[in-house]
């Protein structure tokens, strides 16, 4: 059964630094997606990765992945109070369709 | 484009009430369709997916069914409801090969 995990569940951020969340996962996978979800919302896509040393970076969010380690990392630049959400990663496992979902990491940026 | 729709936005159901969710797709032929439930301050889960008319995998047993009567509808039911079915639900859609996975704007159900 795939297992996905993130770290941190809750991350507290000083707007102007540097963060990383980490997502791990138990079988092999070379699909890997994050998402973020603002309060009461739906998922929003941020980035799709489809192969070992993937890299996608969109503004202040750059994610990666390590498909050897079964690690992605979403990195956060200079946090600002608008990325203030929770993040989720999803993986699909090997079987087919289905998308698994970490925890998500609630990320709050404090000025 | 594609377009995914999901109603309605939020529902209050007493305990043991019927329930019946709706989720369409636009723009696309033979999409994958997955309903998710979040719980307060929780992750997703999975409750069912589709790859085509008629065909419905569970992934969790509860009192909860989903039908898929045409190719981008999909319907998510409960007969009577309890108070844990209280939840987001979420309503997804993709084609498979790689390509992303959208999900509709949710529905907030509260059972009372």
């Known amino acids: 059964e795939l297992k996905v995990e993130q770290n941190p569940l809750f991350l507290s951020m000083q707007e102007g630094k540097n963060y990383t969340i980490y997502c791990n996962y138990s079988t092999t996978s070379d699909r890997l997606y994050w998402y973020r979800q603002d309060p009461g919302k739906s998922l929003e896509s941020l980035f799709v990765l489809l192969s070992n040393g993937a890299v996608k970076q969109e503004g202040r969010l750059m994610a990666s992945l390590d498909t050897k380690a079964r690690l992605s990392t979403l990195h956060i630049t200079a946090a600002v109070h608008d990325l203030s959400a929770t993040y989720f990663c999803a993986v699909v496992g090997a079987a087919g369709n289905k998308l698994t979902f970490g925890g998500g990491t609630r990320v709050l940026v404090k000025p | 484009s594609q377009t995914i729709h999901q109603w309605p936005a939020t529902l209050v159901q007493p305990v043991g009430s019927p329930l019946s969710l709706e989720c369409t797709v636009e723009?696309?032929?033979?999409?994958?369709l997955y309903w998710y439930r979040q719980a307060a301050g929780r992750g997703l889960q999975l409750l069912f997916y589709?790859?085509?008319?008629?065909?419905i995998s569970s992934e969790v047993p509860q009192n909860l069914s989903a039908s898929r009567p045409q190719d981008r509808q999909f319907i998510l039911s409960s007969k009577k409801l309890l108070l844990s079915d209280s939840g987001f639900y979420l309503c997804?859609?993709?084609?498979?090969?790689?390509?992303?996975?959208?999900f509709g704007s949710g529905t907030r159900l509260t059972v009372v």
């Open positions: 589709s790859v085509g008319i008629g065909q």
């Open positions: 997804a859609w993709s084609v498979g090969g790689g390509g992303g996975y959208t």
């Open positions: 723009g696309t032929s033979n999409p994958n």
